[in-house]
């Protein structure tokens, strides 16, 4: 009787380990990819019900200024936000990393959009790829536009219209 495991067994083993954990890494990152757009969109509505919040206790203000300042929607609408601290958001103008921002449409300012920015750096393309799925039946679209098409792929920016 001989004891233990000849080399071609334990190469066997380690193969079918290797091929098992190969499986496991895609089915893994597609699943953080997923998860990853679901935040995107949770975390659009959340500021979009917060805007919203924000435009009805403001009616008066907004309905009179034909132009928003966008720094200020961002800061009073961080107020209704349960976990603003969590949520990355500024103005456009600034650059670097992943953020949220409201804007206007250019040629109607009483029209707001809520805006994801996908950084330049990191791999997105799973994650866009997943949003632009996504994109009719959430209501995502490609600029802060009224007449703007859905969401795709190819797309850095990820609107969702507030009012």
């Known amino acids: 009787m001989r004891k233990g495991f ?5 190469l066997i083993v380690i193969v079918v380990i290797g091929i098992l954990s190969s499986m496991m890494m895609l089915s893994s990152t597609e699943s953080v990819s997923s998860a990853k757009a679901a935040d995107i969109i949770t ?3 959340n500021i979009k019900i917060a805007a919203l919040a924000h435009y009805i206790d403001s009616f008066d203000v907004y309905n009179t200024t034909a132009n928003p300042d966008e ?15 969590a949520i ?5 103008s600034n650059s670097g990393g992943d953020f949220y921002s409201i804007t206007t449409d250019s040629t109607n300012k009483k029209i707001w959009f809520v805006a ?5 750096t990191g791999n997105t393309e799973q994650i866009r790829s997943k949003l632009a799925g996504r994109a009719h039946s959430a209501g995502l679209k490609s600029a802060a536009s009224s007449t703007a098409r859905d969401f795709q792929e190819s ?3 990820v609107y969702m219209r507030i009012r």
């Open 6 to 10: 000849t080399l071609i067994e334990m």
């Open 43 to 45: 975390s659009l509505n």
């Open 71 to 85: 720094g200020k929607m961002i800061a009073c609408t961080k107020l209704y936000l349960q976990n603003a601290d």
């Open 88 to 92: 990355n958001m500024q103005e456009f």
């Open 116 to 120: 994801y920015k996908f950084s330049s």
């Open 155 to 157: 797309d850095t920016t």
